[in-house]
């Protein structure tokens, strides 16, 4: 499990694309797993409107592997990326951006050991409107992707 979670971020955070529509040039720069920050900061930072990324594996799905022989055990996980920013428009391409990385992994660092991804794919209805955050005055949308791995059980 932690194999998958470090995958997702590292995936999200070291894009150079991402880095640039969320206008961050520090760590973590702006992706966050499972929280928000506790002060965020949307100003202007060179010209462009700082935006976060916060996603979460959800709970609930099998808990136990789809068992596929003696040799493999298939897992399966859902989590949700919600892009914020202070345009609609920026939250549209953060999420363009993070569907570009993430389904089929097309620029997933894959893990080598301790766990193999079969699979990584957007959800069917994953994808849910635009919502504004009267704290913060942010537009916001979360959508969900579900990833199929196997995890190598060593005793």
């Not at 932690?2 to 971020?9: A, D, G, P």
């Not at 897992?75 to 391409?93: C, G, I, L, N």
């Not at 193999?116 to 969900?144: C, N």
């Amino acid at each position: 499990m932690k194999v998958i979670k470090t995958m997702v971020h590292t995936a999200l955070r070291d894009d150079a694309a991402m880095r640039l529509l969320l206008a961050h040039t520090a760590t973590p720069f702006g992706v966050y797993n499972d929280h928000f920050p506790a002060i965020p900061d949307f100003t202007a930072a060179a010209g462009a409107a700082r935006s976060y990324i916060t996603w979460a594996l959800l709970p609930g799905g099998p808990t136990e592997p789809q068992a596929h022989g003696v040799e493999m055990r298939l897992y399966e996980r859902v989590f949700s990326v919600t892009a914020w920013s202070s345009s609609p428009d920026t939250v549209e391409d953060i999420h363009r951006r993070a569907r570009r990385i993430l389904i089929d992994c097309h620029a997933v660092t894959l893990p080598t050991s301790e766990a193999a991804v079969t699979a990584l794919k957007q959800e069917s209805g994953g994808i849910g409107p635009d919502l504004f955050d009267d704290e913060y005055k942010v537009y916001f949308r979360a959508e969900s992707y579900r990833v199929w791995y196997r995890e190598d059980i060593t005793v």
